[in-house]
């Protein structure tokens, strides 16, 4: 089994950054794809960035040029750099890793950008 915790979310004002990390621990394999979806209220969980064992990644169209996806394959740990945010960026921010066994999901964290 693998367990994803996350942290670094919290209250921002418009304009402002945080930076979100998930640390994987447990039963990992060599290769996966590590990413973060959000889901706001009423809303459907949405796809943010992800990022493969070979550092491609790919970005949703709404945070291209402002979020930032890294990781760190020593520490298993995924970050998740937000700049210029936006109070449509306010939702829950889950964690993911997906391997050949399947998919892996963090407790989420909340993240709001509010004056």
């Known amino acids: 089994q693998v367990q994803l915790v996350e942290s670094g979310g919290g209250l921002v004002q418009p304009g402002g950054s945080l930076r979100l990390s998930c640390a994987a621990s447990?039963?990992?394999?060599?290769?996966?794809?590590m990413g973060w979806y959000r889901q706001a209220p009423g809303k459907q969980r949405e796809l943010v960035a992800r990022?493969?064992?070979?550092?491609?990644?790919n970005y949703a169209e709404s945070v291209k040029g402002r979020f930032t996806i890294s990781r760190d394959n020593a520490k298993n740990t995924v970050y998740l750099q937000m700049n210029s945010l936006k109070p449509e960026d306010t939702a829950v921010y889950y964690c993911n890793l997906g391997d050949v066994r399947g998919s892996y999901w963090g407790q989420g964290t909340q993240v709001t950008v509010s004056s």
């Open positions: 990022i493969t064992s070979g550092s491609r990644t």
């Open positions: 447990g039963s990992i394999f060599s290769i996966y794809t």
